[in-house]
């Protein structure tokens, strides 16, 4: 059985991907006659896949769905697909076959051991982050540079919807839309992995109904995945900084990251990191944040 809503999904990304290229971004020669939509032509697509015009149009209207690995590596390269793009695409065509009445993913846990550890370097600001980048667990280093997530109702502890609705958060960030525009396309990459989460679809039309820049990144079919890097802030309390991102992938649970946020020894920003600490060394956690620190609905304590 073809689950149709996935196989457009594919055809569209396909559709996407070859619109962002011109024949000389893709190495098929110069550009011949008019053209009356950005992008590579489907022939030119085609040939360089090594496959017929025929054959990649079905693949793109989603008529074709069983593609050899051969052919899908050969429209990768032809599209110049990078890691990322090349594993949605292959998620989307995996979720062709797919039952669209699945259940959707299991519950997510947060294991003991990984609370611990987030006190334990509670230093440097550090999250756990799930699938649609909920924010399962945190320390209060975390809450104090970015905002308190477990004051927040459930269903609004996640990280790419605060990123993107919460006007405090395009002040914070000084790289807020590179930002902003990563967090959208990791989404889409997770939607892709889970497309039957209707926690993930709810998320995704919150953020189409209330933002249109998300609307605009979401119509692109653009993905990102970045691991490691480099943020920009201006916190209102303690300035600028700017610190080292790592997002490290639990074993374990290929849907968890252990994100750190950290600063160069010595420098301002290591110092405006420390006074942050000891302007909130007062606070301490509620209650609510020691029972609550998990984000919406299906969320299991393992």
């Known amino acids: 059985m073809v689950n149709m809503g996935q196989s457009a999904e594919f055809g569209k990304f396909l559709k996407a991907m070859r ?47 069983h593609p050899s690995r051969t052919v899908l590596d050969a429209v990768s390269r032809a599209l110049r697909l990078d890691s990322s793009e090349h594993a949605h695409m292959m998620d989307l065509l995996e979720n062709c076959a797919a039952n669209p009445r699945a259940a959707g993913p299991a519950a997510q846990g947060v294991r003991p051991g990984l609370r611990q550890l987030l006190e334990a370097v509670g230093d440097v600001p550090a999250l756990l982050l799930g699938r649609r ?29 605060w990123l993107i609705l919460d006007p405090a958060a395009r002040e914070l960030f000084r790289d807020w839309k590179t930002l902003a525009a990563e967090a959208a396309g990791a989404l889409r990459l997770d939607v892709g992995r889970h497309p039957n989460d209707p926690q993930a679809n ?12 998300f609307r605009q990144w979401w119509a692109g079919h653009r993905v990102a995945s970045r691991s490691a890097g480099i943020v920009r802030l201006h916190h ?56 609550a620190e998990v984000p919406p609905a299906n969320l299991a304590e393992s």
């Open 19 to 65: 619109s962002r290229l011109t024949p000389e971004d893709a190495g098929a020669g110069p550009t011949t006659g008019a053209r009356r939509v950005p992008g590579l032509r489907r022939e030119e697509v085609a040939r360089l896949a090594g496959v017929s015009t025929d054959y990649y149009v079905r693949l793109e209207q989603g008529r074709n769905i």
């Open 202 to 213: 709810q998320l995704v039309g919150e953020l189409a109904v209330n933002s249109e820049q």
């Open 133 to 161: 980048s909920d924010v399962l667990a945190g320390n209060r280093m975390a809450y104090l540079l970015f905002t308190d997530f477990p004051s927040l109702p459930a269903a609004e502890r996640n990280l790419t919807r």
């Open 236 to 291: 209102p309390t303690v300035g600028d900084l700017e610190l080292n991102f790592e997002s490290l992938a639990l074993p374990d649970d290929p849907d968890q990251v252990l994100r750190v946020y950290s600063a160069k020894p010595g420098s301002p920003s290591s110092d405006a990191l420390a006074l942050l600490g000891s302007l909130g060394a007062g606070e301490a956690p509620s209650e609510r944040e020691r029972t």
